[in-house]
Structures are given as structure tokens and as C-alpha cells.
């Protein structure tokens, strides 16, 4: 029961894949490009590990992990970069993106070969929960004629919120218990219960249809415009 | 549940680790609830917002649409009433001369006929004068409000006077236009309804923007009157309305209030001057 939970949660991972894939008309010039290839990213990396089909390449779990902290984050903060309007947080997303990328690195040079990234992950889930929490606060300043839960990106955000706030804690204590076999079972099942609903979160987002949320005043009339145009 | 039964009890990690998941991941659904529901608040809001809007821009061009059918029944009354009767008779002096030979009579038909020709010209300019007012065009809102003003106090119903302190530039005509007609408005409401014994007008320039003030000492309406009349969807206020809709077009504003003394009502209007060309309403 539990490998059949693990491989669908991993196999998961596919599933916005597949679904941003096929509904790729609804999607273009969005931004949700880069989380589909942080997605099939994400299932690879997965995939090599649960098969151990990284030995064959040799490399070890714990750098394909530190990898992906880097390269995961990169792909996060360029949608978000691409998604944020104001000037001073895309900023910010740069400058956090060149510390995580250095600190990630010196990290891997002084840690032993192999141990868990803790810091960096950790870290990682800080700047996408507060770029998350920004996005979003810029969502709901914005005029809008729409709710926001009829927006995809809002969607695709909430279920990296939720994967990142789920697994944030499991990241800390990860490098010091990654041995223990007990943390070992509750990592394993942490992460992919977060994994599965993240991939649940993210499909339902690319399956709303797009509608446009723009609020637009053209619509609307005024008195002025009328007595202007009549008289 | 599943992460429960996985946890052993008395591992303080797992416990950390439960608690510390169970509290982020409940801080995010209510942070995503609360985004929810916050943004449902704003729309609702604003949706609330617009439509009251429409609807008070619906009651001003109702009343901008009535009050220019009233004028044209007014114009039309006029011309039926007055100036069509009279050329009537006209006609009936000059046919009688087609009839009539002698010569006395047809002189003093042809006199007659002149005689009522005169008074239809004299009623035309009337009607025409009150639809564009001449000195408004030729000579500026001071001449033409000064002229509106010594009418009345001609007339002998009330005691109207009225001082520009400070209009040696003239504002464009539009705008000299949609201001001599809400001051006619106002005037024409004060003569009908407040029953005062006297009007006094005063203009002045202050920074950028023009203020004209006018007093009475009968019966007025409050801003909250104003605002009420205003917002009524009934056809009570329309002259109100239609000033409401004229100042709008001048980004112009009006208050209505009593003065401290509780002897006198005052009404300001106050228009910014505008730099760039005005629109041309045609009114």
C-alpha cells in the first residue's frame, strides 16, 4: 500500500505535466512554462532516486538533491519573475536567487560528500513562500473583474505555498536525522503526501479555463463620456 | 491520520516535525482562505460601487434628457401659442384687403397687420434672447448675469444685485454658457420656491479656481438636501440634476448650506479654471 502511495505520488509529478501538455493553447505567454519543466524536472529526479537509476549515472542522491534545490529555484523564481509586476520585488527575487545560488555552493564545497542541503532547501522554502506570499498580495491590490480562485496562476501558486510551508520543516531537520531510519519513513511520506497535493493542486489550477481578469474601464461608460460624445 | 500512525510516540523529532508541518501547512490554507475571501469582499464591493454609479449617472441623464424635452415643449407652446395666433390675425388683415377696396379700410388693416408683425418679432427675439442671451456672447457672463439680475429687480418682485470682484479675463464661452445656466437655474429655483426678498451674487477668483456665491434670505435647501434630491430616482429635483450634470462637465462642484446666522442661504459653486480647450456642448 505504501510503495503503490510512493510511486503515485511520484509519478504525480507527470500529471500537470500531461495536463499543461494537452491543454497548451489555454496556457501560452504565462509564464506556467517554467513549472512545467520544474515539474518534469521534479519527476525525473524523483524517478532516478525511487528506481536507483542514479547509481548507474553516478551521482548520488544527495547531490541530485542539492541540484535541484538550485535548479528547482531557479525555474520558481523566474516565474515568479516573470509573473510580479513591481519593480522592487523582482529585484529582490534577483538578489535572493544570486545568494541562494552562492550559499548553495559553498554549502556543497564545505559539507561532507554525502549529506543533506538542509540550509539551502530550507532557505529555498523561504524565498518561494515569501515570493508566493508577494505574488499574491499583489493579486488581490490589482482591480480586478474575476475572483482570484478562477485564475490558474493562483492555483499554481497556492500549491507551491502548500509544498513548500508542508515540507519546510522536514527540510530542517533533515540533516540531522537523514540516517534515522523513523525520519527516514516520515521524510519519505511527508514530502510526497505534499508531493500529491501540490501535483492536486497545480492540475486543478492548469484545468480552469483562461478567462481574462483584466478590469477594464472601457466598459464602463461615465456620465462625462456620454455628454461628451452627445452634446 | 497517515502521518500519525507512521510517527513514533516517543520520538521528540517526529513531534517537532508533526506540530511544525501541521501549523505551516495551517497558516498557508488560511492565508489562501483569507486571500479568498478578502479579494470576494473587494469585488462585491466595488461591483456595489460601479452599480450605484450607473445609477446616479442614470438619474442625471434622465434629468438632462427631460429638462431638454421641457425646454423644446416650452419653445414649442411659445411659438404655437403666442407667435402662431398672431400671425394668424395677420394674415386675416391682409386678406382683408383682397376683399375689402376701400381705401381707408385697407390702410388701416395693412397698419393693423404691421402692428402684429412688430409683436410676433418682438416675442421671436424674446424666445430666441431666452434660449442664447446676446449680451452672454457679446460682452461676458458679468454683463449678462448683471442683466439677468437688473431684470428681476425691474420687475419689482424682488431686490437682485449682483458684484464680480475679480473677472478681468473672460472664461471660454462654453464654459461662460453652462455657468450663466446654472445660475439661472439657481435663480429661477430662489424666485420659485424661496420666497426671499432679495438676491445677491458675488464672484471671486481664489488660486486657480472661480467661486460664485449667491444669497438669499428665503426658504433654501441644505448640501444634505442636495445630496438627497439628488439621488432620487423620482422626477423631484430635475433642475438640481441638470445642474449636478452641467458642473460635472466644467469638473465644477456646488454646496449648498445656511449661513451662521441661520438668516441667509448660500449656494457656492466653484469651478476650477481650465487651461486646455473645454468640450462645446451645444445647450
Known amino acids: 500500500m505504501k510503495v ?32 512545467f519543466f520544474f515539474n518534469f524536472y521534479s519527476f525525473l529526479t524523483n524517478l532516478l532516486i525511487i528506481n536507483g537509476w542514479n547509481n548507474f549515472i553516478g551521482l548520488n542522491i ?83 473583474v474575476l475572483f ?19 515540507t519546510f520543516f522536514l527540510f530542517i531537520s533533515a540533516e540531522a536525522y537523514f540516517g534515522d531510519p523513523d525520519f527516514g519513513k516520515n521524510y ?6 505534499f508531493l500529491l497535493l501540490k501535483n492536486i493542486v497545480f492540475s486543478i489550477g492548469l484545468l480552469l479555463k483562461d478567462r481574462s481578469d483584466k478590469f477594464s474601464p472601457g466598459t464602463y461608460t461615465g456620465f462625462e463620456s456620454y455628454l461628451e460624445k452627445h452634446f | 491520520m497517515i502521518i500519525l500512525q507512521v510517527n513514533s510516540p516517543g520520538t521528540p523529532v517526529s513531534l517537532v516535525l508533526f506540530f511544525g508541518t501541521i501549523g505551516m501547512l495551517v497558516l498557508t490554507i488560511g492565508l489562501i482562505v483569507f486571500i479568498i ?42 411659438l404655437h401659442d403666442d407667435a402662431g395666433p398672431l400671425l394668424a390675425t395677420a394674415r386675416l388683415y391682409l386678406n382683408e384687403n383682397l376683399v375689402n377696396l376701400d381705401k381707408t379700410t385697407q390702410l388701416q388693416s395693412i397698419y393693423n397687420a404691421k402692428q402684429i408683425i412688430d409683436d410676433t418679432i418682438q416675442l421671436i427675439r424674446n424666445i430666441s434672447h431666452s434660449l442664447m442671451p446676446p449680451t452672454l456672447k457679446n460682452f461676458g457672463l458679468e454683463s449678462a448675469v448683471n442683466d439677468l439680475f437688473q431684470k428681476i429687480s425691474g420687475s419689482g418682485s424682488m431686490n437682485a444685485s449682483c458684484r464680480f470682484h475679480d473677472y478681468r479675463e473672460r472664461l471660454h464661452a462654453d464654459q461662460e454658457l453652462i455657468i450663466f445656466r446654472v445660475i439661472q437655474e439657481l435663480v429661477n429655483n430662489i424666485l420659485k420656491h424661496s420666497n426671499a426678498s432679495f438676491i445677491h451674487l458675488t464672484q471671486n477668483l481664489s488660486g486657480n479656481k472661480l467661486y460664485i456665491r449667491l444669497h438669499h434670505d428665503g426658504r433654501g435647501i441644505t448640501q444634505a438636501d442636495f445630496d438627497k434630491l439628488n439621488k432620487s430616482s423620482v422626477n423631484v429635483g430635475l433642475g438640481l440634476k441638470n445642474i449636478q450634470s452641467r458642473l460635472k462637465l466644467l469638473h465644477g462642484r456646488i454646496y449648498f448650506e445656511k449661513d451662521i446666522s441661520q438668516t441667509y442661504y448660500k449656494v457656492t459653486i466653484e469651478i476650477p479654471r481650465l487651461e486646455e480647450e473645454p468640450v462645446a456642448p451645444q445647450i
Open chain 1, 4 to 35: 503503490i502511495f510512493d510511486y503515485l505520488s511520484i509519478y504525480s509529478d507527470i500529471i500537470p505535466a500531461i495536463i499543461f501538455v494537452f491543454m497548451i493553447s489555454k496556457h501560452k505567454d504565462k509564464g506556467l512554462w517554467v513549472l
Open chain 1, 62 to 144: 544527495y547531490f541530485l538533491y542539492r541540484l535541484f534545490t538550485i535548479l528547482g529555484y531557479s525555474l520558481v523564481a523566474l516565474f515568479f519573475y516573470k509573473n510580479i509586476s513591481s519593480v522592487l520585488t523582482k529585484r529582490l527575487i534577483i538578489i535572493t536567487y544570486i545568494l541562494l545560488f552562492l550559499y548553495a555552493t559553498y554549502d556543497y564545497i564545505i559539507s561532507p560528500p554525502k549529506s543533506f542541503d538542509s540550509i539551502p532547501s530550507s532557505i529555498e522554502a523561504i524565498f518561494i513562500i515569501i515570493s508566493a506570499i508577494l505574488y499574491l498580495f499583489e493579486q488581490i491590490k490589482k482591480p480586478r
Open chain 1, 148 to 166: 482570484i480562485y478562477t485564475l490558474d496562476k493562483f492555483w499554481v501558486v497556492a500549491s507551491l505555498l502548500i509544498y513548500y510551508t508542508g
Open chain 1, 188 to 193: 519519505i511520506l511527508i514530502n510526497n503526501s
Open chain 2, 37 to 78: 475571501f478578502h479579494q470576494r469582499k473587494v469585488i462585491r464591493y466595488q461591483m456595489q460601487l460601479q452599480h450605484m454609479e450607473q445609477e446616479q449617472q442614470k438619474v442625471l441623464l434622465n434629468a438632462s434628457i427631460r429638462l431638454q424635452e421641457e425646454e423644446r415643449q416650452r419653445i414649442a407652446a411659445d
